[in-house]
């Protein structure tokens, strides 16, 4: 089993950027895709990017595609969504989860962190 921390969330102002972490636990995480999601108050938890085990892979939302970039380093068994361009819609709470392919589904994925809030200003 996987445990998840995020951390890096802030208060940053439109057209700046932020980079969030990802750290987990367990032996296993260098076989998980890793995904991100997010949910802004009132609307439900959506899609933002996601990471193969290898990193060879990802998967990104349309909302922020060319805006943000998806890594991972193994050997410090963490992900890092490198977040630019940010928009006052970016605005919500962002969540890790493992799962077993960068899919966009958050069905698929389990040992959602506790998430990390991030909160763009116009």
Same mark, same amino acid.
């Given at each position: 089993?996987?445990? %998840?921390?995020?951390? @890096?969330?802030g %208060?940053?102002?439109? @057209?700046?950027?932020? =980079? %969030?972490?990802? *750290?987990?636990?367990? =032996? +296993?995480?260098? !076989? %998980?895709?890793?995904?991100?999601? =997010?949910?802004a #108050? @009132? $609307?439900? !938890? ?16 349309? &909302?922020? $595609?060319? !805006?943000?970039?998806? &890594?991972?380093?193994?050997? $410090?068994?963490?992900?890092y ?5 940010? $928009? ?9 989860? *493992?799962? #077993?392919? #960068? ?6 994925? /389990?040992?959602? /962190?506790?998430?990390?809030?991030? +909160?763009? &200003?116009?």
């Amino acid at each position: 089993q996987v445990q %998840l921390v995020e951390s @890096g969330g802030g %208060l940053v102002q439109a @057209g700046g950027s932020l =980079r %969030l972490s990802c *750290a987990a636990s367990g =032996r +296993t995480f260098s !076989r %998980l895709a890793m995904g991100w999601f =997010r949910q802004a #108050p @009132g $609307k439900e !938890r959506e899609f933002v990017a996601a990471i193969s085990w290898s990193g060879g892979s990802t998967n990104y939302a349309d &909302s922020v $595609k060319g !805006r943000f970039t998806i &890594s991972r380093d193994n050997s $410090k068994n963490t992900v890092y969504p490198q977040m630019s361009s940010l $928009k006052p819609e970016d605005t919500a709470v962002y969540y890790c989860a *493992a799962g #077993p392919s #960068p899919y966009a589904s958050a069905n698929l994925y /389990g040992g959602w /962190g506790q998430g990390t809030q991030v +909160t763009v &200003s116009s």
